[in-house]
């Protein structure tokens, strides 16, 4: 029996970043603002920068959203280097790495509800680890041997997790039959041979849990950088669970100044008059990390 990971890691030595939204509706400016933070990131430094749609939640999917999401990139003058990598045909792989993960006993079934974990302080505490569950209708939790509490973040410096909730079992497999996000994204994480990830600090606790996954089936993990996320006078981060705006796909010059700005890079005000091409070669160019807020939320009073 192979006790190889069913999936083979390229080296790491050049960059490859990403953006990975999901079809749940349009983007709007705080996507285009970690949109741009991993584009201007790649090309800065002469990276592979890849889109890969994370399409496998169904039932919070939009119609149509994923060809509106491609269309916006290009129109903003961010063109991916390789084809788009749809989660949705990703299926064979993850269960061979569930496989693989149930023989090297690196994951058990878990038959405890939404109810009973809440019940026990809303953090689970290994309950089905030696239950040898095998309904089929069940989840599959990975044994967190290898718990990361902190790490350190490219632009927030060292990031400190809660203690408990990195230590968590996390959900690989759900319980209504879908695969979980923490699988897929570490998965194709390491199937594209990704090295570094620019996103929302929506994630900074999600990324320790992805830290240990990458750990525990021996993989080399990527270097995280998380921008602030987007939020309303009223304290909201945009996003489309609350309805936010799309941004508008045949005026893509003034989102882009004003994303830019958001992103510390001050372009000159009379870049706003120039074509998305001028404005990207004067960004890329620019492009300093550096200069992204260390902050995990910024209030825009003038976002629509
Ligand atoms: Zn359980």
Same mark, same amino acid.
């Given at each position: 029996m192979s006790t190889a990971p069913p999936l083979i890691q390229r080296p790491l030595s050049s960059y490859r970043g990403r953006f990975a939204p999901s079809p749940s509706g349009l983007l709007h400016f705080g996507s285009l603002v970690t949109a741009l933070a991993s584009y201007l990131d790649a090309k800065h430094q002469n990276g592979t920068w890849l889109v890969r749609i994370e399409d496998i939640?169904?039932?919070?999917?939009q119609q149509g959203a994923a060809t509106e999401i491609l269309k916006t990139l290009e129109a903003y003058g961010m063109f991916w280097d390789e084809d788009v990598l749809y989660q949705s045909q990703q299926t064979a792989l993850y269960n061979d790495v569930l496989s693989y993960l149930a023989k090297q006993k690196l994951s058990y079934r878990?038959?405890?509800?939404?109810? /009973?974990?809440?019940?026990?302080?809303g953090i689970y505490q290994g309950h089905c680890k030696h239950l040898a569950v095998s309904e089929k209708n069940s989840a599959i939790r990975l044994l967190n041997s290898n718990v990361v509490v902190q790490y350190h973040d490219i632009i927030q410096g060292n990031v400190h997790c809660d203690q408990a909730l990195a230590a968590e079992d996390f959900t690989i497999f759900r319980k209504d039959g879908l695969f979980a996000y923490q699988l897929a994204v570490v998965i194709d994480d390491i199937y594209q041979g990704i090295s570094h990830i620019i996103r929302g600090c929506d994630l900074l606790e999600p990324t320790a849990r992805q830290l240990s996954f990458f750990q525990i089936i021996n993989a080399q993990s990527p270097q995280y950088g998380h921008v602030p996320?987007?939020?309303?006078?009223q304290g909201y981060k945009l996003s489309k669970q609350n309805k936010a705006l799309a941004i508008?796909?045949?005026n893509p010059q003034s989102s882009?100044?004003?994303?830019? /700005?958001?992103l510390g890079?001050?372009?000159?005000s009379e870049l706003v008059t120039s074509s998305v091409e001028n404005i990207m070669q004067w960004a890329i160019k620019h492009w300093s990390i550096d200069k992204v807020t260390k902050t995990t939320q910024i209030m825009l009073t003038n976002v629509k």
């Open positions: 939640d169904p039932p919070r999917e878990c038959r405890c509800t939404r109810a /009973d974990i809440k019940a026990l302080g996320l987007v939020v309303t006078k508008d796909i045949n882009l100044i004003q994303a830019l /700005d958001f890079q001050s372009p000159p």
